[in-house]
């Protein structure tokens, strides 16, 4: 078997946000977010579920997830497979957003509910050796979480080394699953489980149409561009100011990104400001 690899961001949305699949996410979201007993997560509704896009059409194409539970809290899971800078800003911004956006007019704040925000990351941010922390909003002085309706949960890939035989908890497998199914040839006999089982079945390419393999592929190679494109901006700026040569990098990379993505979705992969997007959008910029 060959399966793709999660960190792709349509491998991941298809993946865990396929809206006939929901079982898998509700797995993900119980062992990252460790839910037991009442605060279990049974129902998922997606707000952006799953579709094969079109090439042309890419930048109508969220590619995080977003879903409500039956509590009508909100889940936003993002996959960063590079380090653009910035990342936990974006985080904030974006869930910031989400939870301004539950109400469409007026001031009714009894109405909003807890946001939780899970970011995967193929690199490190934090100091810490942790590979999952959780970040809340504590009252310095109690140490209560007076101010609950924010939540964040951040994975960091490169921290995680466990291997097949070490893996004890759901939270372990699904890691694992997500930076090293790629590698794999065959479903583990420590996966048995049905949404495991159901989740390596979805990541089994020879089951992807051809349309979904060429957008996998489109991806892949796009991301990889991006990525050489940061690093030449980088080495060119060694001698003549490497922060310069940085910005000017990123800037390349959201020209490039102008015809296939909105400009939110831009400014979340690259940590420019939406203005900047839509200067660079103007002719001769």
Do not use: C
């Not at 006939?20 to 997560?41: C, E, P, R, W, Y």
């Not at 952006?48 to 896009?53: E, G, K």
């Not at 020209?255 to 900047?276: Q, R």
């Amino acid at each position: 078997m060959k399966f793709a690899d999660p960190k792709n961001d349509i491998a991941f949305k298809k993946i865990f946000g396929n809206d006939q699949h929901k079982n898998i996410l509700i797995s993900f979201l119980n062992a990252v977010l460790d839910f037991s007993g009442d605060n279990t997560i049974v129902a998922v509704t997606l707000a952006n579920p799953y579709q094969v896009p079109k090439i042309p059409e890419l930048k109508e194409t969220i590619l995080d997830i977003k879903a409500t539970n039956q509590k009508g809290n909100t889940f936003i899971v993002e996959m960063q497979r590079k380090d653009l800078g910035n990342f936990n800003k974006r985080s904030l911004y974006y869930t910031s957003k989400a939870y301004v956006n539950q109400l469409d007019k007026g001031n009714d704040y009894n109405k909003l509910k807890k946001v939780y925000f899970i970011g995967i990351v193929n690199f490190i941010i934090f100091e810490h050796p942790n590979f999952i922390s959780r970040h809340l909003i504590i009252n310095q002085e109690t140490g209560l979480q007076d101010l609950s309706d924010f939540e964040f949960s951040f994975i960091e890939l490169p921290k995680f080394n466990k291997d097949l035989e070490a893996l004890k908890s759901i939270l372990d497998k699904w890691i694992y699953f997500i930076k090293n199914v790629e590698n794999l040839t065959m479903i583990p006999e420590n996966y048995q489980h049905k949404d495991f089982k159901e989740a390596f079945n979805v990541a089994t390419q020879t089951t992807w149409n051809k349309q979904e393999l060429e957008i996998y592929d489109y991806v892949s190679l796009k991301e990889f561009d991006d990525i050489n494109a940061l690093q030449t901006a980088k080495n060119k700026g060694i001698e003549q100011g490497i922060e310069q040569g940085i910005e000017q990098g990123v800037l390349t990379v959201a020209k490039n990104l102008l015809d296939l993505l909105d400009n939110e979705t831009i400014a979340l992969k690259t940590g420019l400001t939406i203005e900047t997007i839509q200067q660079l959008r103007k002719p001769n910029i």
